[in-house]
Nanobody, 123 residues
């Protein structure tokens, strides 16, 4: 199994920047997808950004043009560069890794989650 550990969260003023990191304990080069999700207080977890083997880079509309996802397979690490942060970006940010595959109608493998890192955007 692979463990995912997020870091880089913190308190930042509106308009500021943060870079989140997600370090995996094993290789992620064969994963179908690696991405970031977030959960704001009182709200459901939502998609932020991802790399997928089929569709490439994807972003939620709310972060397009402000956030950039990148990966370093040699370091087994995924990053989320967040610029022009807004108070509504305040949330716990979770790293996600999809190491699943389909055999016929059945899905196998694992989906991994980190424990999250808190991002607070406030003046």
């Amino acid at each position: 199994q692979v463990q995912l550990v997020e870091s880089g969260g913190g308190l930042v003023q509106p308009g500021g920047s943060l870079r989140l990191s997600c370090a995996a304990s094993g290789s992620i080069s064969s994963f179908n997808a690696m991405g970031w999700y977030r959960q704001a207080p009182g709200k459901q977890r939502e998609f932020v950004a991802s790399f997928t083997s089929s569709t490439g880079t994807n972003y939620a509309d709310s972060v397009k043009g402000r956030f950039t996802i990148s990966r370093d397979n040699a370091k087994n690490t995924v990053y989320l560069q967040m610029n022009s942060l807004k108070p509504e970006d305040t949330a716990v940010y979770y790293c996600n890794g999809d190491d699943t595959y389909w055999a016929g109608e059945d899905q196998y493998g694992m989906i991994y989650w980190g424990k999250g890192t808190l991002v607070t955007v406030s003046s």
